[in-house]
């Protein structure tokens, strides 16, 4: 190693001396290359993790999709606790909670003036319970989101089939969701039908409608139009992942797992996508979005609990250190020149999308390399874009130091908003992060180097078939340590 390290201070030399000096005046940021999010959007994608509360009738007969027939008197939780719901989601690091406000069944669990089906039949609370006012208000103490699913299709409503009258039923539902309860920051809605009605929904009169009541809220849908599914409920996103998307492409209801999962790298639309997964199992820049049924006593069970409490501790015990922050960092460019901070190398220690190293433009290879300062053993790596300027790499590599070789550990296309990289674990002072093809000029707002300790306990479970060091892995307890309750990176 002592006769690397002449041609290693070589090339960190090299590196600093490329590229022009810093001029008096400040260097404007780069350009966005679009599509790039909104306002909304980006509270979304910062948010990370929501917490999927699916509660109503289907509860208590314990069926998955409500026939609309079943007595409102089935709903009659004995313990409803909106407050545990929200500090359970908190505690766990989720960013917002979103309710089944109405299912399938067409129970609404607040009292719609629009309906005789919902809690005010109820025994519940008298009927004077309203469990989308008792959890947003418990979403405002924890401060945390709320986000409200609305089923399109409705099993009891007599106007069903009816396209005006049925439509006009829906958004007068909407309105009272979107105007009673305070903000609402996501709409979850689907193209459900069923039954042998002929239904026709008039999506972009409730988008026109979501958006003109809330101006924070995006709305989820399989297409769109502000976030999207991923393609499967396993919580498994592309191993490309565009944000960027093209909504005149699909229609609700009619869209392509691939393409769902992928994105689009010449979409015009943002619109990101969200894994959806239940408790009983990501990281490809999507929101992880994570079903959990409150029981039919109308609280979190004590499982479930355990459950997000184990998660929680996973997450922290990996990613509270970064084994990175101290390095040097240095880059073969940087716009406005070596000596320029604004857009300095070491901005991706920091931590925030808003502070990113950015190279001089022009450049046809982009790479920056971190020494840690000593020899340290690592098996995960992360990566972040500053996605408010639009989603660029097209394909990366990162490799590391081994005696006087460079060796390759990882590799991935796209990185957006998030990108976790697992391998088996590896030793090394020196990395190097090396971006193949972007879009424009890349940019990057965070490098981590952490360790993942559970892998000797875990056995790791392939979510797909590629065998790329970047795949997604499910940590899957062994028979040794029990079952109760799995996690997904």
Known sequence: MAALLPALLAHLLLLCAHGDTASAAATPPPLPILPVPSYAQLRW??????????????????SEWGTGHADPSVFAPSALDAGQWARVAARAGFGRVVLTAKHHDGFCLWPSALTNYSVAASPWRFGAGDVVAELAAAARAEGIGLGLYLSPWDRHEPVYGDTIAYNEHYMGQMTELLTRYGDVEEVWLDGAKGDTKKMDYLFDAWFALIHQLQQRVVIFSDAGPDTRWVGDEAGVAGYTCWSTFNKSAVTIGHTTAEYSGSGDPFGQDWVPAECDVSIRPVGRNCLLILNVSPNSSGLISDEDMRA???????????????????????????????????????????????????????QTSWEMLFDLGLSTSFNVLQLQEPIQLGQRVIGFHVDILIGELWQNIAEGTTIGYKRLLKFPVTESRYLKLCIDSARGDPLISFFGVFVDPFSDRYNLENLDERTNSSRVIMLRKSSEAGNSSTAAM
């Open 45 to 62: 994608q910062l948010s990370e993790m929501a917490l999927f509360l699916h509660f109503g009738p289907n509860t208590f007969t314990d």
């Open 308 to 362: 997000l409490q184990e998660f929680t501790e996973i997450r922290h015990t990996i990613f509270s250190q970064n084994l990175a922050a101290n390095a040097t960092v240095t880059a073969n460019s940087v716009r406005g020149g070596q000596d320029n901070l604004q857009f300095a190398p070491s901005n991706v220690l920091e931590g925030s999308i808003y502070s990113y190293w950015a190279p001089q433009e022009g």
